[in-house]
């Protein structure tokens, strides 16, 4: 055999018909290879630990001790014993049926007028998108001097028109409101999407109800507002589910008070967890607050059949 | 062109929506960390560890020595020559280690301590001296200093079976986590050693145990009393020397030291709810009530002597400061250049009397050093006419059950308990060591404001601020709960006491349940 051969035979390996994996297979197992770091930790810190909480769910579990099986001990206590879970359910829902619309259609207010040919319009976009930016424990605390109600820049400002500002997170009646004023701190991030479905509106249909002498409101209302409907479905959605999850405020700020008049759902739920030691009755909420945000998601999904404008799937 | 882009939108949406939807569920059943935060929630009303009110001064005087040093270390240490032991940034000082334990365990292994201090102030920097010093005493001995440790994170650590040596704790995690078994009984090491537990505080020691044993070595007591600002007492015309005697007297020197301007309080007399944990669980005792019966399974503080005890701080709170909504007005009015609450409007001459910690000379040696202070226990209620209290809370450290270096461990408790450890503990601190001889060395009697007067109110310590049960973090959070009700008058008194029974009631209920 000639050297040129051997080395073919070297460069080639083994032949073809001897290999024990095919091309395909291998490259398959690369690309779990490649992917594996992510794999392991989606396997070890949420799949295992999503998986073993649904055991726990059904089980008095202390932490540091083992868990017992109590079958729906948990589930029944929280629906007929439980007077603070059924408080942080109303304060939870309260800021989704108050904040979330409040949120959406302030979102939707500053994406129109950012949509708006001005000079400088990229950096006024910038101005009011970057504060959604900035999150966690800094905005909490940001807004805990905000509000203060003595020398709170809000406090003042209504003092400057002649309003006695209330106690904000001092006063159970004003505490959630609060967080909602807090909330649309954030509302950049919503009105960026308004803006991605303004922007994809042709221009041709306002120009045509133009020529067929449609008012301004006419146009928002007959061609913006239905063919922004998936941005609509899209942004009220997601933040339904986020508002659900509410619970850096409230820990930072009130603790849940006063009066576990900011008591929300996320907040009870690790308070059982980690204050209280009840791993078990933790684990049985989350499945809870899962079921709720999942039913809740479902049923906006099928309304959303009804209301919700594919102008592509339309024609 | 139109359609494609479109679709294209739809997709965008369809799969942003389920990018979005997919995670958020996942989270909300457990399986996403990110809506919690890692740090450990401040306890409501914890203690402040001294991290903010260490004055900076080292003792005045060195105190040289002693030449007994040598006996009391082992002899193929460095260390026994005991001069300059300790690293000069403790204490600019040489200190005396003939008091330091003589240890029984093989000096030399690995300890890991765990705490949540820190290491740039205070309570973190006593934490590092002392474990340099163990080091230095004992060189063949490599500790760990973990300084951020969490709740969280030992829990996981405990539950997991990985655990560190050393662990400090708050005096309410003691019945948690001792009840729960995480806690090393150091009974056989005390007999063992004939360790003298008198040399600590009676209270320090009791809320170092929990069934009859003890669990863990006291750091630091700490204990709630009155402060008098005898500066306004004497602008007042009240009698500067005395402390009050009976709740009608810190109702009318109270409403006499408040005082308006232009319809706002300038100045509280006293108010009940300002005080370092849930107001009602000193109140109600310094009332008479009991908070659970002697076996810990029934709340008992649903009583004549709780309701009457509530109904004088909702009264006081009306009468001295024109109701609740004032004082959350006024702590918003006057956050100070240092901080906020009442910690710092103290030294400010904003308020005339507290039921406050030892901890409160601390801003007043920062912000008013001249300003005059005595202290007094809190008076009894009509129903413990003539009793006086004060309260004790503080932290401790523990060895956890299957600590890998549990003798080694118990050889640094022993140091931490020992005089020059209680030393270590002050030097940088505000903090009273729980060994009575360290917390009466001079050196730290000179440097610490405040600190002749209120020292002896450390013998008196007679409950603790906090419920001593595995459900003490519960019995917490529905002190506060049944408080604010009561302040903000949502419910009355009775009303609000038979619902926090209950909560606590079925609290209990849970809890030994789970235990059988």
Known sequence: MSDTAILAGTRRGVPERKRRVS?????????????????????????????????????????????????????????????????????????????????????????????????????????YYMPSQFAGVALALLWGWLLNPQFGVVSNALFLVGIKAPLWLGDPAWVKPSFILM????????????????????????????VDGATSWLCFWKITLPLLSPTTFFVVTTSVIATFQIFTQAYVLTGGGPADASLFYALYLFNEAFQYFRMGYASAMAWVLFVIIMLLTLLQLKLAQSWVYYEAVKE | MFSNSATQRRQFLKLGLIGTVGPVLLVACGGGQSAAPTAAPAKAGAAPTTAAVAPAAAPTAAKPAQSSSASAVPTNTPAAAGAQLLPTTTAEAAIDVSNVPKPVAPMSGELVLWHDWGNTSGGGLAMIDLVNAFMKLYPNVKMTNVYDTSQQKYLAAIASGNVPDLLKLNAFDIPTLGQRGALMALDSYISRDNWDMKQYFDFAVQQCSWAGKVVAVTHHPDIRCVFVDQGIFSDVGLDPTKAPASWDDIVNWGTKISTQKGGRYTRFGYVPAWTANPWPTQVMQANGATLMSDDGHKATFNSDASVAALQWALDATDQIDGGYNNTVEFSAANKTAQGSGDYWMFPHDLIGMCLEGNWFWAPVTIVNPGMKVINGMFPGGPAAEGQQFVFGGGTMVSILKGAKHADLAWEWLKFLGSPVGGYLVQARTSDVSGNIAAANDPRILDKNLGRQQILPLFMKANRFHYLASPISNQFDDEMTRMGQKILLKQSSVKQALTDSTKNVQKAFDDFWASQT
């Not at chain 1, 295992?48 to 083992?66: R, T």
């Open chain 1, 23 to 127: 091309a395909r297979t291998e490259e398959r197992l690369a690309g779990f290879l490649f992917a594996s770091p992510f794999l392991v930790g989606l396997l070890l810190f949420t799949v295992i630990p999503v998986l073993a909480s649904i055991y726990y769910s059904f089980c008095n579990y202390p932490i540091i001790a083992s868990p017992k099986w109590i079958g729906l001990h948990n589930f029944v206590e929280m629906f007929t014993n439980d007077p603070q879970f059924i408080t942080s359910i109303y304060n939870t829902m309260y800021m989704v049926v108050i904040g979330v619309p409040i949120g959406t259609v302030s979102g939707l207010i500053i994406a129109l007028m950012l949509n708006q040919k001005v000079k400088g319009l990229a950096v006024i976009r910038t101005v």
């Open chain 1, 183 to 210: 909330g649309l701190w954030g509302v950049g991030g919503a009105m960026i999407i308004w803006l991605a479905g303004l922007q994809s509106i042709p221009e041709s249909l306002y120009e045509a109800a133009h």
